[in-house]
């Protein structure tokens, strides 16, 4: 349901940055981003990335040619041409987070964590209270093993947003890969009084 949910999220961005972007393109290539949207919206992702990449040879520094052939490129599951525009808009706007945003959450998703590390610090560079970074980099750096550095992190982004379910819970089982078993408790006390059906903490403090 998070994955479906993040999509259409994703989706509804695409669609925005089209239509606020296709009336500075002449006409010709505003046809061929609208022909695009229309594909994806029935389902014929390579159809859509065909009418990007030949949008691409008249536009070949427009940040949204490259953001949307990132996005439709992770749709298709071509990850190495995804990662590729993605950077390739960064560069056309060079203070920009979305790129960064779905850089980061893309290498997450394949398990290229020191990648999805480092797109999480450029992030954070140009936004330090991102919510997305900061998780995102606690995220990458646990699946590191690197677990006190993600405390760390986890812990700075706690003091932004001292409520998230998400990150009280990642912090509650740092602390116990890191032995710290009474403070994993507490925290997940706390985790249970702002969301009661939390299966982890359910689970763990049940033993």
């Given at each position: 349901m998070k994955n479906r949910a993040l999509t259409?999220?994703?989706?509804?961005?695409?669609?925005?940055?089209?239509?606020?972007?296709?009336?500075?393109?002449?006409?010709?290539?505003?046809?061929?981003?609208?022909?695009?949207?229309?594909?994806?919206?029935r389902g014929d992702n390579e159809a859509a990335i065909s009418r990007m990449v030949t949008l691409l040879g008249t536009q070949p520094d427009d940040?949204?040619?490259?953001?949307?052939?990132?996005?439709?490129?992770?749709?298709?599951?071509?990850?190495?041409?995804?990662?590729?525009?993605?950077?390739?808009?960064?560069?056309?706007?060079?203070?920009?987070?979305?790129?960064w945003l779905a850089l980061s959450l893309l290498n997450l998703d394949i398990g290229s964590y020191d990648v999805a590390l480092g797109a999480s610090n450029a992030l954070l560079s140009r936004d330090p209270k991102n919510?997305?970074?900061?998780?995102?980099?606690?995220?990458a750096l646990q699946a590191l093993k690197r677990h006190e550095e993600a405390l760390a992190a986890t812990d700075q982004a706690l003091e932004l947003y001292p409520l998230d379910t998400l990150l009280l819970e990642k912090k509650g089982y740092l602390l116990r890969?890191?032995?710290?078993?009474?403070?994993?408790?507490?925290?997940?006390?706390?985790?249970?009084?702002?969301?009661?059906?939390?299966?982890?903490?359910?689970?763990?403090?049940?033993k």
């Open positions: 259409l999220l994703l989706l509804a961005l695409s669609w925005l940055l089209g239509a606020a972007s296709a009336e500075a393109l002449p006409t010709g290539a505003s046809v061929l981003l609208y022909d695009s949207y229309a594909a994806e919206a940040y949204l040619v490259h953001y949307r052939l990132g996005w439709l490129f992770s749709r298709v599951k071509k990850y190495k041409n995804a990662i590729d525009h993605y950077m390739r808009a960064a560069k056309a706007a060079p203070g920009s987070l979305e790129p919510y997305y970074g900061l998780l995102r980099s606690a995220a890969e890191l032995g710290r078993v009474s403070e994993s408790d507490q925290t997940l006390v706390q985790l249970l009084l702002l969301s009661p059906q939390n299966a982890y903490a359910k689970s763990v403090l049940k």
